[in-house]
Antibody
């Protein structure tokens, strides 16, 4: 079965960077786009971007451009999300989510368990 | 960027009642690339509906989606105790793949 297992919670100081991993299993890693979505405490879901694990191509929401980098390691079927210049309002649960179908235009259908990133001095 | 608005913000209903949730887009969504998610406290979202009206695998048929263009609806025909949760819509037809703010369905 499809499984997405994310790395553990992180506590960071303002200005630092964080790298969250998402290890996948149960399907062909290069066949499905991976999205990153975050959710601040008590708030709604916010889409951050996607990666095509086959080509490495990425697309990010404008508000995260220049601060977020999504990469992948096909040898271990893992995707990474790196967010830099952290601010207190980056405190959120970060999710990786695989496309339901093997197409860019597919809603995220399988989700990781989430990783809490807390930013505080 | 397509902005999604959901109404109502909170819906208070009793088990067995029908729930009707609305999602409105600021511009037409390409080819009904609209999804609905259910989220319970402390859990990841769960895909219910994709393509505006297709149920994801394992989703009970009391959940149905409809709509096109800018107006979409999620209907839960008869609320079960496990259906009380937050429901969010998302468009994935054009980047950024924006989400609505969510509708909370709680027990009356």
């Amino acid at each position: 079965q499809v499984q997405l297992v994310q790395s553990g919670a992180e506590m960071k100081n303002p200005g630092a960077s964080v790298k969250v991993s998402c290890k996948t299993s149960g399907y062909t890693f290069t066949g499905y786009y991976m999205h990153w979505v975050r959710q601040a405490p008590g708030q709604g879901l916010e889409w951050m971007g996607w990666i095509n694990p086959n080509s490495g191509d990425t697309n990010y929401a404008q508000r995260f451009q220049g601060r977020v980098t999504v990469t992948r390691d096909t040898s271990i079927s893992t995707v990474y999300m790196d967010l830099s210049s952290l601010r207190s309002d980056d405190t959120a649960v970060y999710y990786c989510a695989r496309g339901y179908f093997d197409s860019l235009l597919s809603s995220p259908g399988y989700w990781g368990q989430g990783t809490l990133v807390a930013v505080s001095s | 960027e397509i902005v999604l608005t959901q109404s109502p913000g909170t819906l208070s209903l009793s088990p067995g009642e029908r729930a009707t949730l609305s999602c409105r887009a600021s511009q037409s969504i390409i080819s009904t690339y609209l999804a609905w998610y259910q989220q319970k406290p402390g859990q990841a979202p769960r895909l219910l509906i994709y393509g505006a009206s297709s149920r994801a695998t394992g989703i009970p048929d009391r959940f149905s989606g409809s709509g096109s263009g800018t107006d979409f609806t999620l209907t839960i025909s008869r609320l079960e105790p496990e259906d009380f949760a937050v429901y969010s819509c998302q468009q994935y037809g054009s980047s950024p793949f924006t989400f609505g703010p969510g509708t909370k369905v709680d027990i009356k």
